[in-house]
């Protein structure tokens, strides 16, 4: 597959990790996605794409794209044999200013880009980049596009400062001490969250804790599993194997199993680290 990513322009950049074009054929038709601290938008240019959120969830169709906010448990993307879309990774915050909803709205719940944005905005979007070829100028125009859609969102500053600091610590500082240097109450800063991020700020902690643990696994080498849990303050195994299996899908001994098969069986691929193979 072709990847091409770079970091936007100002103002996005305050907003958006990176932006991203992606084409060809997928390593698997289904790929389960870890749940990461950040959301996610994907303009989708080929065949439609598919989405299962929950074991118990029947696949939905997404044609024109799909916007993800944060996730609290693992989700299944399904890819067309042959794929081609732009998207953007988003700084957990990013979300809220391209939203006419409040991201909790969304939180384990996917919707097209229509619902969000209406079909007029996504149909002149996607006919924009239908008809250019190369990645930058795709990924321009998608800036652009983003750009139409930027607003103003109350707390978002508030919110930035706690995210901030709660990802700087990997999830580990107390949401205690937060809530004091933000001056506000807990209810308060648990409300601007849901409406900005869709979660709440121990709710982001846990995800940044786990997925800091589970990025630094060397599938290829021996793994201490109770000394892992035990540096990512995980001091019951039980309730680790619990994350474990509600953040990737997997439990932890099964987690390694497939990560080592990506890498057998796609050696240096672009998507190799954090997606897994579901199929």
Known sequence: ???????????????????YYLAGTP?????????APAPLLIVNLGAPFHIR?????????????????????????????????VGVHLKPWGLAPFLPIAAVELCDRPATIEQVWGRPAIAELRGRLAAVTEPDLMLT???????????????????????????ETGGTVPIGDLIAAGGVSSTHLARCFKQVIG????????????????????PAA?????GLAARAG???QAHFTHEFREFTGFTPTRYVEVRRRFLREHP????????????
């Open 268 to 279: 240096g691929h672009v998507l190799e680290g954090w997606p897994l193979p579901a199929d």
């Open 53 to 85: 959120t929950g074991s118990d969830s029947a696949e939905a169709e997404y044609a024109d794209g799909c916007v993800v906010s944060t996730p609290t448990r693992a989700w299944e993307f399904g890819y067309p044999v042959s794929s081609r879309s």
């Open 234 to 236: 995980y001091f019951d």
């Open 141 to 167: 125009l998608l800036e652009e596009g983003l750009l139409r859609q930027l607003r103003a969102v109350h707390g978002l500053d508030l919110v930035r400062r706690v995210s901030t600091a709660i990802a």
């Open 1 to 19: 597959m072709e990847y091409v990513s770079r970091a936007p322009r100002p103002p996005l950049d305050g907003l958006v990790h990176d932006v």
């Open 199 to 218: 979660v709440t700020p121990k709710r982001l902690a846990r995800a940044h804790r786990f997925s800091t643990m589970v990025l630094s696994i060397d």
């Open 27 to 35: 390593p698997y038709r289904w790929l389960t996605l870890p749940a």
């Open 222 to 226: 021996p793994i201490d599993w109770a």
